[in-house]
Nanobody, 115 residues
Framework: QVQLVESGGGLVQTGGSLRLSCAASGRISRFDAMGWYRQAPGKQREFVARIASAGITNYADSVKGRFTISRDNAKNAIYLQMDSLKPEDTAAYYC?????????WGQGTQVTVSS
């Protein structure tokens, strides 16, 4: 059973930074890719960033240049460094892991950016 546990969310002012962490049970190298999604109140969950097992990264246009996704295979974890945060980044952020045709999700961590 795959378990993903997010941490690092919180309240920050506009222009501030946060670093989210996602700790996985077992080796993350077994996943085809891992990523971050977010869901704001009343909105659908949306893609934020993704990192493949080979290290290739992809970002949503709305966060490109401000957010950085990374992984540490030794710690079985991925991270999302979020800089220059905006109020529109306020959402619950979810870690995901993709293997074969399945996607696994964490419970989420709340990020609130005050104006």
């Amino acid at each position: 059973q795959v378990q993903l546990v997010e941490s690092g969310g919180g309240l920050v002012q506009t222009g501030g930074s946060l670093r989210l962490s996602c700790a996985a049970s077992g080796r993350i190298s077994r996943f085809d890719a891992m990523g971050w999604y977010r869901q704001a109140p009343g909105k659908q969950r949306e893609f934020v960033a993704r990192i493949a097992s080979a290290g290739i990264t992809n970002y949503a246009d709305s966060v490109k240049g401000r957010f950085t996704i990374s992984r540490d295979n030794a710690k079985n974890a991925i991270y999302l460094q979020m800089d220059s945060l905006k109020p529109e980044d306020t959402a619950a952020y979810y870690c995901s892991a993709m293997a074969n045709v399945r996607t696994y999700w964490g419970q989420g961590t709340q990020v609130t950016v005050s104006s």
